[in-house]
């Protein structure tokens, strides 16, 4: 490919509402350009790219039995009312009408789809297992994306999905996922962890996430560097100290004038914060055949913890969930600054198990300027629910074996999930076992964001002068730099190069423009390719052409006819998986 005929531009300048370094790179090398918020458009370079991601990704799925297969991006929202995901999700799902006046969705995600296949297609134990995928167009309307393709509303994605005739079957196909994604993820370059995570939306039994760690990601994570333990901090749990066994005094009434907060209440009656409650209100969503419906929610977790809304969220089985306005809380009775769970009428209230088992913690009084002392769960207050709704913080202890945790941030890259018959269930995908008995099909859902993952990678690697891509998933293997000669047919030289890689399976992007040296090597290093030969009068003199490897800048003199030996053998040392 000539550059002088590529559909691309490069940029001196970095994009204005670029926030992190892929999103600068990308676009200043001519990958991809935005055409509205979280919605891109990719050129050539970057869909070469995103074709040898999809072709590794197509190698590793086919090696654990995968098959491919198509579906829509538009789908009858009739499968998902059957599931019950089409109330329970909220504004990212994308809905409208046909002409007819039918509901439909744009895909999220395909578990309906691929329910409504099974339930048409398996019959019986002997189809059984199954798996098959897809490479396909998704969209979920989120209200934030940021960081060009790191948080986009439409995107490329491999989903898979596992059928089983039991559980055993699940559990071997989760982990063959499991490995396959770490290849997939080290043949692209990328280091990426396995960790923990809430299955959200998916539902089901078991998820984990593949993160790629990075200060830019949105996601928190808690590992244990002792034992191993690593979850999303959205669902990591950790060791919750034993509360001192007290006896509950009488409860107590008393004036905290301007002390709204934990801090200043403490400091205030001179305790600890571990001696107050905490109350924080959301408002709940809840969907469902019946109609959709909001609720108050009173969360209540020790004075020098956090609410965890996510852990909130799937206790109480709402589909979505917001901060409460002042407003809200005033309505329900409650005071901001001053909440209490006592005496509160009509909200649901939701206890984490620590404050649970306290005593005589500082509550508020429901009254402005005042808390009240010694209250007790179970006494004073009742819970609509309790459970573990604190989240996890740096140095917390680990779960499983105490020691101390750390933080770290992530962006999530792949997710795999333990379906079980969540969905068999609902849209009738059964099958007759060996005794002629109806079972439901167990299924697993998987996937990867495939813009995400070269965003991702782009991201890891990458200098102050550009990109520098792994050559596994490189657009092109070999940049080349005509420069002309006086006495040198340089141009000459260079065909004679481009035809005999290209020959070898090697084509390489060519430089041909009328430029300076310094604006194509500049742009050489912007785009990133693995391996650079500059094909100039100088270098023929000094008998053959410069050949420079763009992640080391390590440089040397080929002899023309050993060129196509010598790229090869670079690229086969770089695309080698440890």
Known sequence: MRISRLFSLTLRENPTEAEVASHRLLVRAGFIRQLGAGIFSYLPLAYRVIHNIMTIMREEMNTIGGQEILMPVVQPADTWKETGRYFQIGSEMGRFKDKTGHDMVLAMTHEEVVSDLVRGTIRSYRQLPALIYHLQTKWRDDPRPRAGLIR???F???DSYSLDADWQGLDAQYKNHYDAYFKIFNRCGLPAVAVRSDSGMMGGKEAHEYMYLTPIGEDSLLFCDACGYSANRQ???FRKPDPRPEEALPIEKVATPGASSIEDLARFLNISPEQTAKAVFFSAHFSADGGDQDKLVFAVVRGDMEVNETKVANLVKASELRPATDEEIIASGAQPGYASPVGLQGVMVVVDDLVARSSNLVAGANDAG???RNVN???DY?????????SAREGDPCPECGAPMRLVRGVEVGNIFKLGTRYSDALGCTFLDEQGSSQPVIMGSYGIGVGRLMACIAEEHHDER????PASVAPYPVHMVILPGKEVDTSRIAASIEAALTEAGL?????DRVDSAGVKFNDADLIGLPVRLTVSERAFKQGGVEMKLRASGESSIVPLEQVVGAVRSILDGLSRID
């Open 152 to 154: 986009v509303r439409e």
């Open 156 to 158: 490329i994605m491999l």
């Open 235 to 237: 669902v990591a749990m």
């Open 370 to 372: 005042f808390h009240l």
């Open 377 to 379: 769960y179970g006494r």
């Open 382 to 390: 009742s819970a609509t629910i309790t459970g573990d709704i604190a």
């Open 466 to 469: 550009g990109l520098i891509w």
């Open 507 to 511: 084509e390489p992007l060519v430089d």
